[in-house]
Structure formats: C-alpha cells, structure tokens
C-alpha cells in the first residue's frame, strides 16, 4: 500500500465554522433585539466556550482519522471516528474529478476534490473535503491521467462513439476563426475561451433565471422573517396596502406590483448570474476539458468529452430574439438538478463550432431540417392552459368586477405561449444521434446519441391514439428528468422507436 496522506489541518476548524454558520440567523436576530451581552451569566460563556472546545476536539480526531492513499490502480479514502467507513474507487470507473472551493473553503485558502463515477448517489462518490489548492490540482491532474489511462482499448471506444468521419482529431484540425470584432466568439484553432466582463453582463442580462431568483427571495425569506418583525411596524404592508387603495385604482396597484416584481427578479437575477458564472473559462487540454467559475464559491470541473451524455442547447425568449443562446452539457454529477455550463453566450450560428471544438460526437442541425409537431397537435398543446386562464378570468372579474375585465387580456398571451410551443416542438434521427426540441418558456434542443439513452418512452391518451399523436421522451444517465417532446406524428415517432428497440412493430 503507498503511503497514507491526509487532509490540510485547516480541516479542524471546519466543524466550528460550519457551526458557526447555522447559528448566523439567531445570532442576528438577538443583536437586532438589543441584548445586553453583560447581563448574561457567567455560564453561558463558559457553556459556548466548552462546547467550541468540544467542537475542536472532534474534529481534530476526525483529522486524524481521515486517510487516503493513491494506489496504481484505485483510490482508498478511509475516515470516522465512531463508525468506520472505506471507499475503493477504481481509477477506470472515474467520470470526472472536479476541484472546488466553497465559501469556507476559500476564506480558508483550501480546496476540496469530488471523484464522480457512473450511477453515484445525490453526493459525490469520494470527496477530500480539505487540501492546498497545489495538492488539489495535482491530485486531480494525476486522477484524470490515471482513469484516462484505465479506459478501455482505443478500437472499443471508436466503435461505441463513433464519431463523424470528417471530424477531425483536434490537433490536427483547423478550426475557421470566428470574427474578432464580435466580442462572445473565440479561436478555436486554441480551444480555450474565457468571459470578460461585458461578456458576462451581456449573460446576465439576458438569462433571466427567475427560478434561482425565486429559489433565493424563499431562502432569504426564510431567513430573514424575524428581521421583518423586528424592524417593521406592526402590520405595515396591510397599512400601506389599505393607503394605496384609497389612492388608486386596484389593478393600476396590480400592474404596478407585477411590473415591480418583474424589474426587481430581474435585476436579482442579473447579481445572482454574475457571482455564479464569474470568471467563467473553458480549457481544451487534450483529450480533457476543464470547467472553471464562480465569484464566491469557485468550481473546476474536469471531464472526458466522450462522457458527455447529452448537449442542451437553450435559448431564452431574449437570447433568442437577439440570436444567441447557451449550451449545456449533461455530465454525470452528484448535481443533477444542474447541468454544466459549457458556454452561457454565443450566437445561435456559431453552436457548431463550440459543439466541433469541444464535443464532436454530436451535431446541431438547423432549425429547417427538423420535423415539427402536426396542425392536428395544436388543440392539444392549447386547451388545458387555455381552460385553466378562462377560469381564472371568470374569478377574477367575480371578485374585481370591472376590474376583473383586465384579466382577460391574459387568454390572447396564452395563446400565443402555447402556439410558440407547438411550433417548437421538433425531432430528428440521423447518424445515431436523436435531436428533440421543445419550448416552456425558453426553447430548449436536446443532442443525444444511441449508447447514452438509457430508457426511452412512447405515451398517448386515447384522443390522441386516435388522432395518430404520440409523445416521445429518452432519459439520459446523470439526469434527473426525460427529454420529452409532445404530441408528435405517429409516423415520424414510430421510427425512432424501432431504432432504439431494435426490433420492427
């Protein structure tokens, strides 16, 4: 066995500072209710010091007891301190080996590297949570050479990918450079890129990810309730909900709400993007690609391009006026509510040449040459939204009277969402690769080849049976949800079915 190697002691105060942490809100809500921290007992500051004591003292055994040794073919991470627990990973099974900094972490100068494998659970499947940022980038450098060099034979993996004839290798290909003058393209006879800072507002402004802004107003919300009390009046947004009635009309106080809410999730949504993918660099170094971003809480992920599973290219209803988009890969992650970034902003004409620089096994082919969703589909992909808008005018004008006669400008806007959706959906087969499009809001394409799909599904209802409707979905390994496209023609489903199956209807 070669030798045993531990994490940086830094790794001692992790317990404390995580601690710490938990107890940030009721110690913020005590400062704001002025408490006289001379008036507490003496034991309270010898209970707080003896339980940091105690703190420190587990986790100096957990130190101790945290071992990992790098053998010629495995991994070996042993830790516990009541329960023993020991991971052997074998180098041929790593997908990826990602270098990670979180806030804690960073202020404390460390790193921490996460080993992935195919079918890990919600965490990664071995973590060293404490190194120098040198000791991490070497570890992950020897990791990936190591699982690269366990791979299986060079013919095997062309047989399984097999990748487009007139691709290239990347060192022998000479990539068309992009246009200098434009500012989100780059040389691809280097494949390396990074966002500078107008690049990166340019993202920000228009990704307009209100899910992250709801996911953090819930969680600042959830923090901050007990500030609101303490700083706040006693009922003080019934009050100035009450003045502004008696001031205004109730639905200019509704449009002027939405539009507010919209403008602030927006400009949130813009800060929220920038501490996320700040720095954000993509490195081309061999058969290797290096992933690197973040502002507080900074990310490296390193990965084989043969592993991807799936490509994801999306264009928000901004990015796509303007022509531009942002492509996703599906990776195997203990993250599988989030897809890696590969690039957050280029022109929608120039995906071809990212997806050729960086994951050649996959094509993105033009808008004309996929196959839309049948004029028969429409109804389906209409009805229930509309149904449901109708009902809630009929509330509205119940409970606004007049007023309520606003809402109904919602059903020409549903309409038009759900037209837009129709007319997005979309697939093709060609070459191996299965392309599926669709829209929510942002309208979403989908690259995936044969090896990758895990399962695949045809549903219908009994009306849609009948009309000859079928509704294609693939799950891809490392995702948490299915790819799916609605009410397609049976005629152009059917053959996608029998290539995946293998077998004829």
């Known amino acids: 066995m070669s030798e045993r190697r531990k994490l940086h002691p830094v790794y001692i105060l992790f317990g404390l500072l995580n601690t710490i942490q938990g107890f940030i809100p009721f110690i913020l809500i005590a400062l704001f209710k002025g408490i006289d921290w001379s008036e507490l007992r003496w034991y309270w500051y ?49 997908h990826s080996v990602n270098v ?22 919600k965490k990664a499947d ?15 450098l020897m990791l990936r050479g190591q699982a690269k060099a366990s791979v299986q034979p060079e013919n095997q993996l062309q047989t399984t990918l097999k990748v487009e004839s007139d691709v290239k290798p990347l060192a022998q290909m000479n990539y068309p450079a992009f246009n200098p003058v434009i500012t989100t393209e780059f040389q691809l006879n280097t494949p390396a890129f990074r966002l500078n800072t107008a690049q990166l507002l340019q993202a920000a402004a228009t990704s307009m990810n209100f899910g992250l802004v709801a996911a953090f107003i819930a969680g600042l919300y959830s923090l901050a309730d007990d500030f609101i009390d303490q700083l706040l009046p006693e009922h003080f947004f019934e009050t100035v909900v009450e003045d502004s009635v008696s001031l205004m009309p109730s639905y ?74 942002e492509v996703q890969l599906q990776v195997i992650s203990s993250d599988k509510k989030e897809q890696l970034m590969l ?23 033009s808008n004309d040459e996929l196959t839309g969703a049948p004029n028969r589909a429409l109804l389906y992909y209409v009805r229930i939204e509309l149904m449901i808008t109708i009902a809630v005018c009929m509330a509205l004008i119940v409970l606004l009277n007049a007023d309520g006669l606003w809402s109904l400008l919602l059903i020409p806007i549903v309409v038009w969402w759900r037209r837009s959706c129709y007319k997005a959906a979309g697939l093709k087969l060609e070459d191996g690769q299965l392309t599926l499009r669709r829209r929510f809001i942002s309208r979403s394409t989908y690259l995936i080849r044969r090896p990758q799909i895990v399962t695949m599904r045809v549903n219908r209802t009994t009306q849609q049976q009948r009309r000859k409707l079928l509704t294609l979905s693939v799950h891809a390994m490392g995702s948490p949800f299915d790819y799916r496209v609605s009410c397609m023609d049976q005629a152009d489903v059917l053959p996608i079915w029998q290539w995946y199956s293998r077998s004829k209807q």
């Open 343 to 365: 690039h957050p902003f280029v022109k929608r004409s120039d995906v071809h040449k990212v997806l050729r620089a960086f994951v050649p096994q996959v094509k993105l082919p």
């Open 252 to 325: 200019i106080i509704i449009a002027f709400i939405i539009v507010l809410g919209l403008g602030f999730a927006w400009l949130l949504s813009i800060v929220l993007y920038i501490l996320k993918y700040s720095g954000f660099t993509v490195r081309r170094d061999g058969a290797q690609i290096s992933v690197s971003y973040g502002l507080l809480e900074k990310k490296t992920h390193v990965f084989d391009p043969k592993k991807v599973q799936a490509v994801i290219i999306k264009e928000g209803l901004l990015r796509q006026t303007i022509g531009y988009a």
């Open 100 to 121: 990670e900094q979180p806030l804690i972490q960073r202020l404390l100068g460390v790193a921490q590297v996460k080993i992935e494998t195919p079918g890990g659970n």
């Open 46 to 94: 010898a209970g707080v010091a003896a339980a940091a004591v105690s703190i420190l003292l587990f986790s100096f055994l957990e130190w101790k007891k945290f071992g990992f040794w790098l053998e010629e073919d495995r991994i070996i991470i042993r830790k516990g301190l009541l329960f023993r627990d020991e991971k052997t990973i074998y180098y041929g099974r790593i």
């Open 126 to 140: 071995g973590v060293l949570p404490a190194l120098s940022v040198k000791e991490a980038t070497q570890i992950q």
